[in-house]
């Protein structure tokens, strides 16, 4: 039979409560693509708005450059000749 182990728990360290030294930048752009206005980014109660700069912990700045990647991969996507337009249609994005 296999050992079990028990997983100690670790108390819960809020990330804007960490040491400012291990925080790191994130820009958020003011157009995607397309030239239009970029939609920003929320998490949780934090706005943070396209055009501007902020300083957030490690933590934050590698969930905000995820959505990001994301964001511009949805966008880039719309580009793509080998676009689902009957999906499209179907969620009522394109007529």
Do not use: C
């Amino acid at each position: 039979m296999a050992d079990i182990k028990k997983f100690e728990k670790k108390p819960y360290v809020d990330p804007w409560d960490t040491d400012q030294g291990d925080w790191e930048y994130f820009s958020v752009p003011k157009t995607d693509i397309f030239g239009k206005a970029h939609p920003g980014f929320s998490l949780n109660k934090h706005e943070f708005k396209p055009g501007e700069r902020y300083l957030v912990p490690s933590a934050i700045a590698a969930e905000l450059n995820e959505r990001s990647q994301v964001f511009n991969t949805y966008t880039a996507r719309l580009l793509q000749d080998t676009i689902d337009y009957d999906a499209l249609r179907k969620v009522g994005s394109i007529q």
